[in-house]
């Protein structure tokens, strides 16, 4: 059962002051059955009931005994067990003093103790509750005790009295104890999961940082260093940490740097196939020479980010400048269009006109690449039938151009796979992919021969594959075909594969070359699926069976 409003649950100041509670109470019935068999306490103590007390105080013994081998299991319904446990101490008190009068106040001091100690855990209304009902059983006592012909003794009516009061007081300052140490062991636990949660998330960012980290001492020893620096170092084994043996150049640098004070920050390779690195050094403390942080900087990292801010900076100039020449362009296209309706044209201007024409449109379609490079639009994905999507972007294609010899046919698998994509940036980039196929993916003096397969992947991951049966791509130009202003074509902008790449990633998909075993060119577009539907193997075998 749940606790009730204002019940807590076991902390570990709980468990402390549960455990004492249960230890004293085991000390009380010791001395509850001191007093009734021992033949010394006779002599000054007369027990009215003799038989009695000693039933009540063996029972009384055996019970805290119990309570106390069971106090971990117990500690869970802390607040529980104390309430139980606290009534049968209110209720063998009572019966104690009935039955050895003379030790009554020595047993209500003892009672005190059990009550304070059950303020520590219990809330304040329950607490006083017990207060109140341990100062009845006092009063009570009293009463009974006194003979009906006889006025009750004022002297221990009193003393009753004086003892419920100071079961009150003690109830009441244990139990704002009580509240004030949970509040403090909460906030100190809470303090405690705080800074282990920031010391969790500062190792997993050093140990995440592209820059190298290591703490070295004044030994050349290395105690700790992060996987960007056990990288740069060569992926030296866990046993080595001589900084000495392990990059022999940085130790030099170290050490110049601590007696002269000058950095050296000269580029550095500090193992073999690993990139160059700039050290930078620091202590540990302002005033201590002992320890030393070490931060390699990589220096392919800090090429690649000039290089992605002077390719932003080019994009955006590129197109300022494209977008001024479209408007001269197309006066010299109309112009030359006018000039190629003349009907006493020679020849030989006819084909000046028509190179004019030609080399217009070229500069048109660089101008739109470096346009499309700089608008960057945002996608709008939808769902699509992607088998459906790839037989009509075939046959618009059909239509659009004039394939003459060469084939242009798709294969699709015989399950439906489903991709979320912008339909419009969908076809550019299969667009793109199939007007380089055409154009290059042919053997010399045969006709291209390009497929557009739609088939499910591994765990129903749809792919769009755009394949031709060319010569290929060779290992050096396919590493680098997707970056900019790359090509190997006398005509071409370099943009094409990688403005195809840039909307893949737009719509949450993957573009990349993949070598095909039977020659040619293979270009696997990874899409995201519609939805979490796995599809087997058997639509996949077909389609490989259909590309056989």
């Known amino acids: ?25 085991l000390a009380q019935a010791a001395v509850y059955v001191a007093l009734a068999y021992s033949p010394l306490g006779m002599q000054w103590l007369k027990l ?52 050895m009068h003379d030790a009554r106040i020595g047993i209500a001091m003892m009672l005190a103790v059990n009550l304070s100690a059950g303020a520590l855990v219990l809330p304040l209304r329950l607490s006083l509750f017990f207060a109140s009902l341990a100062t009845l059983g006092m009063l009570g006592h009293t009463v009974i005790e006194t003979p009906a012909n006889s006025a009750i003794d004022s002297h221990e009516l009193v003393e009753a009295g004086l003892f419920g009061l100071a079961y009150f007081a003690s109830t009441t300052l244990c139990n704002v104890l009580g509240r004030q140490l949970r509040a403090t062991e909460a906030l100190a636990e809470q303090r405690s999961i705080d800074l282990a949660n920031l010391a969790q998330v500062n190792e997993l960012i050093i140990r995440r940082m592209k820059t190298g980290v290591l703490l070295v001492d004044d030994a050349n020893h290395i105690h700790q260093l992060n996987e960007s620096a056990w990288m740069l170092l060569g992926n030296p084994p866990a046993d080595q940490r001589d900084l000495g043996k392990l990059a022999p150049e940085l130790s ?86 006018l000039l190629a309706e003349s009907r006493n044209m020679p020849p030989a201007d006819q084909r000046m006109v028509e190179i004019i024409n030609n080399h217009c449109v070229r500069l048109n379609e660089i101008i739109e690449n470096i346009l499309q490079l700089s608008r960057r639009e945002r996608s709008r994905p939808e769902t699509l039938d992607l088998g459906h999507w790839a037989n009509a972007f075939v046959e ?64 129903g991951v749809p792919i769009l594959e755009v394949i031709d049966r060319g010569p290929g791509i060779a290992p050096k130009v396919a590493a680098q075909i997707f970056e900019p202003f790359y090509t190997t074509h006398e005509y071409g902008t370099g943009l094409g594969l990688y403005l195809a790449r840039q909307m893949a990633e737009a719509n949450q998909a993957s573009l ?26 058997e639509p996949a075998a077909a389609a490989d069976e259909n590309l056989r």
């Open 396 to 459: 618009e294609y059909r239509q659009g151009n004039d394939l003459g010899e060469d084939s242009l046919r798709v294969i699709n698998s015989s399950a439906p796979v489903a991709a979320v994509a912008d339909p419009q940036q969908l076809q550019q980039v299969v667009w793109n992919l199939v007007q380089n196929a055409l154009r290059y993916g042919r053997l010399p003096a045969e006709p291209a021969r390009v497929m557009v397969v739609t088939r499910p992947g591994e765990h």
């Open 512 to 537: 990349e070359y993949v070598r095909v075993a039977g020659g040619g060119s293979c270009f696997r577009l990874t899409l995201t699926p519609a939805h979490a539907r796995q599809t087997g193997g």
């Open 252 to 337: 030099r640098r170290l050490y110049h740097w601590m007696t002269s004070g000058k950095l050296d920050e000269t580029a550095t390779q500090l193992a073999d196939g690993v990139p160059e690195v700039v050290p930078r050094f620091t202590r540990l403390a302002p005033n201590d020479d002992s320890h030393v942080l070490i931060f390699l900087d990589d220096t392919s990292l800090v090429s690649r980010r000039a290089e992605e801010l002077t390719l932003s900076s080019l994009g955006r100039l590129s197109a300022s400048i494209a977008h001024e020449i479209r408007n001269p362009l197309a006066a010299i296209r109309y112009s030359a269009q």
């Open 48 to 99: 009215t009931h003799p038989d009695f007390a000693q039933t009540v105080v063996v029972v009384y013994l055996l019970a805290a005994l119990a309570i106390l081998l069971l106090t971990r299991r117990l500690t869970v319904i802390a607040p529980a067990t104390v309430s139980i446990t606290l009534i049968v101490d209110i209720g063998v008190a009572v019966m104690a003093v009935i039955a």
């Open 1 to 25: 059962m749940p606790p009730a409003p204002g019940i807590r649950r076991a902390t570990t100041a709980t468990r402390h002051e549960l455990f004492f509670l249960n230890y004293f109470r």
